[in-house]
Nanobody
Framework: QVQLVESGGGLVQAGGSLRLSCAAS????????MGWFRQAPGKEREFVAS???????RYVDSVKGRFTISRDNAKNTVFLQMNSLKPEDTAVYYC?????????????????WGQGTQVTVSS
């Protein structure tokens, strides 16, 4: 069983930056594809970014060039660096993990979720 704990959310003005972290435990971190999803009020949860076990990345079009996903397998941690934030990025951000040795970064979620961290971008 994999446990995921997010941190780093908060309130930021438009144009600002935040860095989310997700610490994983309970599994072999390097065997998991990791991802970030978000859910805004009244909307469905959506894919934001993912990274394979060897560091190949994938992003939703709306965050390309602004967000960067990365991982540190030695520290069992995945990060989401968010720059040039916009009010429409406001949402609860969830860390996700799924067992995968594929070189294709997934857009579909894996089996494990964190509890979420709130990101609010003011205009």
């Amino acid at each position: 069983q994999v446990q995921l704990v997010e941190s780093g959310g908060g309130l930021v003005q438009a144009g600002g930056s935040l860095r989310l972290s997700c610490a994983a435990s309970g599994g072999t971190f390097s065997s998991y594809a990791m991802g970030w999803f978000r859910q805004a009020p009244g909307k469905e949860r959506e894919f934001v970014a993912s990274i394979t076990w060897i560091g190949i990345t994938r992003y939703v079009d709306s965050v390309k060039g602004r967000f960067t996903i990365s991982r540190d397998n030695a520290k069992n941690t995945v990060f989401l660096q968010m720059n040039s934030l916009k009010p429409e990025d406001t949402a609860v951000y969830y860390c996700n993990a799924g067992f995968s040795r594929s070189t294709m970064p997934p857009a579909a979620p894996g089996n494990y979720w964190g509890q979420g961290t709130q990101v609010t971008v003011s205009s």
